[in-house]
């Protein structure tokens, strides 16, 4: 049977992607499932992570977000069975390309929405980068709890394509209500939500990074500076960031303080860190593919690549940190 695996380098070398050959033992653990694969999608290693939680490996297996079909269940498990499909428990109708592509960003705006920003009906929310896998989610679950949306766009072939999911004639549930454009500068962020909201600000803010300073590079500077991401916070709003490397100056603590607002670090790792979180794991996962079935979720469909390309396209995605791929067995 054929991996796909990453071998560190040292801390200041590239990672590269390897495909080997592995084998699996013949006796099944009385509590394991063995699946047979049919997609799997591929997300950024955190190389830094694994590293902190000891697991030091020549060979890092790559890919967790696995749709397919179940061989052979240990003498312990009762809740799978053989033939059957699977992510957590496929619907037929549900594509395994879909689920397996969807699979991880739909948890993480599952995580930022519910367990971090504790989202109600009525509650305003800002999602950097709408167009985006990630913010797709994020804005299509918001929406289906009754959450008023605003977005950002990063190129003007993401906003034509968020400008849709705005309201129009006759239409009562819309996706978006206001998409900001800041790919020719960030400074239109802030007086649009002041405007939007009547100078309330919103209760929700979901980032795709933040700029900590004026970096030069033009991925940088899409990204709004953490002191705007404040100001346009209401008063006991929630902010859910993705900057692993966050910090905040005294002047931004306060402001925080003034509004007595918070600050989340969103890690999706953090289900699996903790034995004590499985079942509300499992839950999760379970919600995300039946409102996937449903249509209340409906991911940005992934092109997907044979395993003899997922070698690169893994380098590309390691590069590129918010990129995506499906391959498809």
Known sequence: MKGLFCRAGASDAEPK?????????????????????KACGLSPLDLKLLDDIGVHRDLIPVGRE???VVLQVGSQVSFFHPEEEVVVQKPE?????????ALRDALCAYTALHTHARMAAGHTLLVMDGASSFGLMCIQLACYHG???????????????LEQLRPSVGVQDPLVAKVIPVFNGPSDLLPAVVEETGGLGVDIVIDSGVRLH????????LLPHKHDVISVLGV???????????????PDCRLLYLKSASLSFLNHEVWTASSAQQGRYLHI???????MSTG????????AVPLYEATVAMETIQCHQKKKAVVKL
Request: proline fraction near 6%; glycine fraction near 6%; charged fraction near 25%.
């Open 236 to 250: 006991g709003g929630h902010w859910v960031t993705s900057q692993k490397d966050l910090q905040l100056d005294p």
């Open 17 to 37: 992607f390897v495909i080997q050959e592995t084998t699996l033992p013949d006796v099944l653990g009385g509590h394991l499932v063995r699946v047979q694969v």
């Open 285 to 291: 996962l379970k919600d995300i593919v039946e409102k």
């Open 93 to 101: 109708k549900l594509s395994s390309v879909c689920a397996a592509g």
């Open 66 to 68: 696995v749709a397919g």
């Open 147 to 161: 959450v008023k949306v605003f977005t950002t766009s990063h190129s003007p072939q993401k906003h034509a394509f």
């Open 214 to 221: 004026e970096e030069e590079s033009e991925e940088a500077k």
């Open 296 to 303: 209340v979720l409906r991911p940005q469909p992934e092109e």
